[in-house]
């Protein structure tokens, strides 16, 4: 069984159309975060989100934490070419000056031209 | 500033031999961690150093893989002997201490056949 949920796994859209992606788990979370990957390369944090009902605005992209911290979404205005990749979430195991992420599946988006 | 790298990029080998993989942190980056994304899965944590101790290897699979880091700075890890089932993109990523911001390399994709 999976922590964090994520949907679609696939999306497939045209450039300057809008979507959302969703994180969903049953458990609390203290903060959950969003990270881009992209062919050949690491995943890279685009945000953390910390209090239930936070929403955060990255350019054209909108994150929000659920109420009761179990959820998130990243909703994405006008897609373009260039947001084509894999869209993570993860959360923190986080003890001793560290701590290990755990990363839902992805959804892995295209945008087309 | 340069980012955490990891060599070889790409890794094709026969099942029952030998693999190391190596990974340079950020420099100053006392935070270590090994992950894995095997075929349709999600990236799973495998261990995390601090400096050259080991703080977690909860999630290494077996005894047949061996993480190092010698002096606190790079690190290696070892599969020996390699099954099929070891075939996946081995990621690394670095942190300075206390920070919730993890830096990723770009993997390595390791084939076993």
């Known amino acids: 069984t999976q922590l964090l949920e994520q949907s679609p796994q696939f999306l497939s859209i045209q450039e300057g159309e809008n979507l959302t992606v969703y994180c969903n788990s049953s458990s609390v979370f203290s903060s959950l975060q969003w990270y881009r990957q992209e062919p050949g390369e690491g995943p890279v944090l685009l945000v953390t989100v910390v209090t239930g009902g936070e929403v955060k605005k990255l350019k054209r992209l909108t994150f929000q934490f659920g109420d009761a911290r179990k959820d998130s979404s990243l909703h994405i205005t006008a897609a373009q070419p260039g947001d084509t990749g894999l869209y993570l979430c993860a959360v923190w195991g986080f003890y001793n000056q560290g701590g290990k992420l755990i990363f839902g599946q992805g959804t892995e988006l295209s945008v087309k031209p | 500033e340069a980012g955490v790298t990891q060599f070889p990029s790409h890794s094709v080998i026969e099942k029952g031999q030998t693999v190391t993989l190596r990974c340079d942190p950020i420099?100053?980056?006392?935070?270590l961690y090994w992950y894995r994304r095997v075929m349709g899965k999600e990236i799973k944590f495998l261990l995390h150093?601090?400096?050259?101790?080991?703080?977690?290897e909860s999630g290494m699979p077996n005894n047949r893989f061996l993480a190092e880091r010698t002096g606190g700075t790079y690190s290696t890890l070892k599969v020996q002997p390699a099954e099929l089932e070891d075939s996946g993109v081995y990621f690394c990523a670095s942190s300075t201490l206390g920070s919730y911001e993890q830096y990723f390399g770009p993997g390595t994709r390791l084939t076993v056949t």
């Open positions: 420099s100053g980056h006392d935070n």
């Open positions: 150093f601090v400096k050259e101790s080991k703080q977690d």
